[in-house]
């Protein structure tokens, strides 16, 4: 009985362990990371993992966001997690700046008639 039990637990941490170690589990810490922001439309994109790789307590994924107005419009971002009492957390991210356009076609420009035009930076207030 008392071997049983030893087997059983062992399965136990195994199942566990492959669960935290999935790739389904960092794209789930990402999708967690990307609602903590309240500024982020997530209705007006798409999001598709590309590439996600595990070893050990570290992980990478590039993610592919396109845009659900101007679907010529994409962006991949590089996420990097580590695994922090038995949970991916997303410790840093980076764009590619040149990242935006079509992806199947690098050469071709996003319509920037169909753009918002850029803000303007407030400008300085002068103090007394």
């Not at 362990?17 to 903590?36: G, P, W």
């Not at 319509?111 to 002068?126: F, L």
Request: charged share 15%; glycine share 2%.
């Amino acid at each position: 009985m008392r071997q049983l039990c030893l087997i059983i637990l062992c399965a136990v941490a195994v199942a566990s362990c492959s669960r935290t170690h999935s790739k389904s589990a960092v794209e789930a810490a990402i999708q967690e990371h990307l609602h903590t922001n309240p500024h982020l439309m997530q209705d007006s994109f798409s999001t598709q993992f590309e590439d996600v790789a595990v070893k050990g307590d570290t992980a990478v994924a590039l993610v592919k966001y396109q845009s659900k107005a101007m679907p010529k419009l994409a962006v991949h971002v590089h996420y990097t997690l580590k695994l922090e009492q038995g949970r991916w957390q997303v410790t840093s991210s980076s764009t590619d700046a040149t990242d935006r356009t079509n992806p199947s076609n690098p050469h071709a420009g996003t319509n920037m008639d169909q753009m918002p035009p850029p803000q303007n930076p407030p400008s300085p207030i002068a103090s007394h």
